[in-house]
């Protein structure tokens, strides 16, 4: 029984079986209109509509499109920016106001900016690319920056080259920091370009845009807004049980 | 050799002739508006659907956020037509400089007072309690200039038209200060105002606004919503997207099924207008109740005024008008 309990995918079980049931009672107090805070079992019903749209899918499509292109940038920048930081204090320092003005910006300020910069079906890309790339950067040059000594020192004694031990030695042992960052930002880029695809108003495919539409069509019943949500949940679930696999995958070549 | 020269003399003469011909003809009868030649953007709802046959144009996009994601871009004059509430779009042009000509008005008011029947004495008075949305923009002006400031007491406020429908379905709202509120009469646009009606018996609709406005300003239109077209755009292009555009918007309310028919396939339909094409068939049919339209702001410049006076602008310049 202990064992049964202490399982992990029993208790994954158990965790959701709280969430619906949690979901129940919150519904049971606070839907006073028949859709205002919708059951599980109504957004349950819509979903299974939804699935059934090819509509769905194509706004699933193009808002992980521009999120990944989003996430793309970031990683591309942190890696830019990030291995030089990590290997010189100096230049860390030098970031470190632009990297702290980055974080605390309020990301409404930007969206606004990122509209008439690049137009509102690019702005969210760029919402992704403030929010992840301190994120991202932070795992990068903080791995780095972790990477023992004494294991840089005996490269360079056995001849290797300042590139040669950034590349080959400094970066690949710094990956487990940097999946961290990865893993962190990722979801988080997710709702990030959903919700900039509201603020930015932008009406074309897109999950944001189209929770916005069934918001505006019947302010009054939000079964639709919790079916397109869950709809997104399942699908980051999906993607984060697959960077799960990968990671254990990568653990297990390296130990 | 003269008989060679006479034949290539004869056959010059014909080519001349022809393109004579073409010209004239071409003077006769002004070339059709090729759809894809000008940047647009439009806000969802209303003025959007005006450009139904615009759904495959790449060039065509909408906003549901006219303040943040349309009015910026109008100030720094990225598309060649804005469609803007018309306060919004001429104070971009007179206090932040648009480079923007406003060349007609196309939407006309869509605001209906609602009662949700349960004011004893079915009549709108100052112990009533009303609910306003949009508080010191379009609709709250309207309201004010229709009713004056006599019921301001009782009067509260939600941000947006989707919120004021759910406090008309549900009976009441949460107020800013956190207190429950169950109002008498909520102020509401189309669409969501047939969707509203569909759904509670006892909601009927008290005064339609845009025929108060009328009744009040001695005939004159409530000038909603205008296009605005880049000063840099070639006359003879902006009046043919113009003159396509009226053409477009009276064969719409003639017959509105015309909505499902173009948008017919379309799989972004709803979210691109803000609305179904069939609800929005639906709602034209009952008395144009999207308030659609096509006037040209140049000969209407009196409604124009008498609209913008709600928001304090005056004296417009003459080159303002396309």
């Known amino acids: 029984m202990k064992k049964f309990i202490s399982n992990k995918y029993t208790l994954f079980a158990l965790g959701t079986l709280f969430v619906i049931a949690l979901w129940f009672i919150l519904s049971a107090c606070f839907d006073t209109n028949n859709g205002i805070f919708p059951s599980p079992i109504a957004t349950f019903q819509e979903f299974g509509v939804l699935l059934t749209k090819p509509y769905s899918y194509q706004c699933l499509g193009y808002t992980f499109l521009r999120m990944i292109i989003g996430f793309a940038i970031s990683f591309a920048l942190a890696l830019i920016v990030g291995i030089p930081a990590g290997n010189h204090s100096q230049v860390h320092t030098f970031l470190k106001p632009l990297m702290t003005t980055i974080k605390s910006i309020p990301t409404v300020a930007l969206v606004f900016l990122f509209v008439v910069m690049v137009a509102p079906k690019n702005a969210p890309i760029f919402v992704v690319v403030i929010v992840c790339f301190p994120i991202l950067y932070e795992a990068v040059a903080g791995g780095i920056r972790k990477v023992d000594q004494q294991v840089d020192y005996a490269a360079q004694i056995d001849g290797a080259g300042y590139f040669q031990r950034v590349l080959f030695i400094k970066l690949p042992l710094s990956i487990p920091y940097i999946l961290v960052g990865i893993a962190s930002s990722f979801s988080l880029s997710f709702k990030l370009e959903i919700m900039a695809e509201v603020i930015t108003g932008f009406t074309k495919n897109g999950l944001g845009s189209v929770i916005h539409f069934v918001r505006q069509e019947d302010p009054t019943n939000l079964t639709g807004v919790f079916a397109y949500s869950l709809f997104a949940i399942i699908f980051m679930l999906l993607i984060s049980l697959l960077e799960t696999a990968i990671k254990q995958k990568f653990n297990k070549q390296t130990n | ?322």
């Open chain 2, 1 to 322: 050799m003269k008989k060679y020269i006479s034949l290539v003399a004869a056959a010059l003469m014909l080519v001349g002739c022809n393109n004579q011909e073409g010209a004239s003809n071409s003077e006769s009868k002004a070339p059709e508006y090729d759809r894809t030649s000008l940047s647009i953007i439009a806000p969802t709802g209303a003025p959007a659907l005006a450009f139904y046959n615009y759904a495959k144009v790449e060039k065509f996009e909408t906003n549901s956020n006219p303040a943040e994601g349309i009015l910026p871009l109008m100030v720094a004059g990225k598309k060649d037509v804005v469609v803007l509430p018309t306060n919004a779009g001429m104070q971009a042009i007179i206090n932040k400089k648009a480079e923007y000509q406003i060349a007609a008005t196309i939407t006309f008011g869509n605001f209906y007072l609602v009662s949700l029947g349960n004011d004893a004495n079915n009549e709108l008075d100052a112990d009533d309690k009303i609910l306003l949305f949009q508080k010191g923009n379009v609709p709250d002006k309207i309201f004010h200039y229709v009713y004056g400031d006599t019921y301001d007491a009782n009067i509260s406020y939600v941000s947006a038209v989707s919120d004021a429908a759910a406090a008309a379905t549900s009976g009441s709202f949460v107020d800013a200060e956190g207190n429950n509120v169950v109002p008498n009469y909520v102020l509401l646009a189309q669409p969501v105002l047939t969707n509203v009606l569909s759904k509670k018996e006892n909601v009927n609709v008290y005064a339609d606004i845009q025929a108060k406005y009328k009744e009040k300003s001695n005939g004159l239109d409530l000038f909603q919503a205008s296009v605005f077209i880049k000063k840099s755009v070639a006359r003879e292009t902006a009046q043919s997207f113009l003159d396509s555009l009226k053409g477009d918007i009276e064969t719409v309310i003639a017959k509105p099924e015309t909505f499902t028919t173009a948008l017919e396939g379309i799989e972004n339909a709803n979210t691109v207008y803000g609305i179904a094409p069939t609800a929005a068939a639906n709602v034209t049919k009952n008395n144009n109740g999207m308030g659609l339209g096509f006037k040209a702001a140049k000969e209407n410049k009196t409604a124009v005024e008498n609209f913008l006076k709600l928001f304090n602008i005056e004296g417009v310049n003459e080159e303002v008008y396309f």
